[in-house]
């Protein structure tokens, strides 16, 4: 067993929406037994500014601010929570920071906000910055959109398609379920009137539930069959409506081509869902069989 201890990256910019997401990564990490280590990023610019004021002096002074405030910050919510933090300051491109300190840390998780406001000199960690993180981070991203979340979690959604690469989720699944002794609630999406298909899911379905709840975990499977002209992300949002869930878990797949962005299901349930979302690699593989269509 690693000895490294379990590590939880949060960008901060002092926004509202960062400091709901620092909140959520501490609830987390009391269960989790996590360190909690801040990462505000000082972005870099190029403009004529830049050029005729003195850089080190410019960035001497963030930098001093910054840190008094993430420091502040720290102090405060160890006072609330009792978990260790760790402050840290960067300069770059914020994505990429994001990514490098969490690799350079070994950290096991990265919680963001999805839609904070800039406030003063702080940064802003939405729109491409959060969709370049969960694109190239190593290890899973939780985004978080919205002002007001539970501090536990009674139900996970869990999307399924016939990708194999899908099922490497049921791990993290039934690890965050046995966190918050949640209900596991497996859904897939019936695009096309296709029997082949709507047998194939349904077996697969039947399957990972008989795993999950064989694990000790409480789990419930449903086939949706989509309404016409719905896409799977819209046909996932209503699902999680309607069983009022906490998280959502779906696996980042590159698609058959040369294009190195989100699938359009994974954006849409990033940017759209009003519930914690993770996201999730898989495992490199040699060669993929089927375009990834889906979760």
């Known amino acids: 067993m690693s000895n490294i201890a379990s590590k939880i990256l949060v960008p901060i910019g002092f926004s509202n929406q960062s400091i709901v997401a620092l909140e959520q990564a501490l609830n987390l990490a009391k269960i989790k037994n996590s360190e909690v280590v801040l990462l505000t990023v000082i972005e870099e610019k190029h403009s004529i500014l830049d050029i005729l004021i003195d850089n080190d002096i410019k960035e001497d002074k963030i930098k001093e601010k910054l840190l008094t405030k993430i420091n502040a910050l720290a102090d405060n919510y160890f006072q609330k929570y009792d978990v260790k933090i760790e402050t840290m300051i960067a300069r770059g491109s914020v994505y990429e920071k994001v990514c490098e300190v ?6 096991d998780l990265i919680v963001m906000g999805t839609n904070g406001s800039p406030q003063g000199i702080a940064k802003k960690f939405i729109g491409s910055n959060a969709e370049k993180v969960v694109r190239s981070s190593k290890c899973p991203v939780i985004t978080i959109k919205g002002q007001y979340h539970k501090n536990g979690c009674d139900n996970i959604i ?4 016939l990708e194999k690469e899908t099922k490497e989720k049921v791990s993290y699944a039934l690890e965050y379920a046995r966190y918050w002794n949640s209900t596991v609630r497996i859904v897939s999406v019936v695009l096309r009137d296709n029997e082949d298909i709507r047998n194939e899911l349904r077996s697969n379905l039947d399957l990972v539930e008989d795993f999950i709840s064989k694990a000790g975990v409480n789990c419930t499977s449903e086939l949706l069959e989509a309404k016409e002209k719905i896409t799977l992300s819209e046909a996932i ?3 999680e409506k309607r069983l009022n869930s906490d998280l959502i878990m779906i696996m980042t797949k590159k698609e058959e081509s040369l294009s190195d962005s ?6 849409n349930l990033i940017y759209h869902s009003e519930v914690p979302v993770m996201s999730i690699h898989p495992k490199s593989r040699i ?3 089927k375009p990834t269509t889906a979760f």
Do not use: F
């Open 102 to 107: 969490a690799d350079m840390i070994s950290a």
């Open 158 to 161: 869990l999307p399924l398609d």
């Open 237 to 239: 949002l209503e699902y």
């Open 262 to 267: 989100l699938s359009v299901t994974a954006r």
């Open 287 to 289: 060669r993929r069989t």
